[in-house]
């Protein structure tokens, strides 16, 4: 089955640093990639969605200069944190869709940022 | 390997009957797992969640049951509602990550 990968899993940072988290579809080639943020009480939020050789999408709200999306690859897309802050703690989830242009998205297991 | 898997892509059911959303998964170290719910172009959003020591957690319409003997997890909706037609993710968590299946889409017939 597709399998995607997410590196670091876990990462600890000081504020004002710059953080990147790497997402990578390790058995097909991914199209389209979603990056996410894990809120309490589990909900994901949608941050932003790329497709390769072109840029991200943001959604409303996401601050396209601080959270930096590169996919420039078929199998590759990084999410660049700018000048850390304490509120950008969370669990960063990135999520993988290929040719088939259906619905199937294949989640990485995620990125605990810790912000100090 | 997919170690959480949604061995349906897709499942249409009338309104008003039992929907059933299945998900298998390899990991007997899962300590809890999780339904999510997805609408086009937004991202999953939490629906109801089990520990690894329970066998079913129940919220409104929504039930889930874990058989840890044989890997397998089950999301039931009764009655089902046209709105509940979107794609369901199972996950399951192990230690600090999650292990998501790759969804099944849901089509609630009127």
């Known amino acids: 089955g597709a399998v995607v990968s997410q590196h670091p899993s876990r990462v600890i940072c000081k504020s004002g640093t710059s953080v990147k988290i790497e997402c990578r579809s390790l058995d097909f080639q991914a199209t389209t990639m979603f990056w996410y943020r894990q809120f309490p009480k589990q909900s994901l939020m949608l941050m932003a969605t790329?497709?390769?050789?072109?840029?991200?999408?943001?959604e409303q709200g996401v601050e396209k200069d601080k959270f930096l999306i590169n996919h420039a690859s078929l199998t590759l897309s990084t999410l660049t944190v700018t000048s850390a802050h304490p509120e950008d703690s969370s669990f960063y989830i990135c999520s993988a869709s290929g040719d088939s242009g259906g619905y199937e998205q294949y989640f990485g297991p995620g990125t605990r940022l810790t912000v100090t | 390997d997919q170690q959480v898997k949604q061995n349906s892509p897709s499942l249409s059911v009338q309104e008003g009957r039992i929907s059933i959303l299945n998900c298998d998964y390899t990991n007997s170290m899962f300590d809890y797992f999780l339904w999510y719910k997805k609408y086009p172009a937004e991202g999953p959003t939490f629906l109801i969640s089990?520990?690894?020591?329970?066998d079913k957690n129940e919220d409104g319409r929504f039930t889930v049951f874990l058989n840890k003997s044989a890997k397998h997890l089950s999301l039931h909706i009764v009655p089902s509602q046209p709105g509940d037609s979107a794609v369901y993710f199972c996950?399951?968590?192990?230690?600090?990550?999650?292990?998501f299946g790759t969804g099944t889409s849901l089509t609630v017939i009127p």
């Open positions: 996950a399951a968590r192990f230690g600090n990550q999650f292990y």
């Open positions: 089990i520990s690894s020591i329970k």
């Open positions: 790329s497709n390769e050789g072109s840029k991200a999408t943001y």
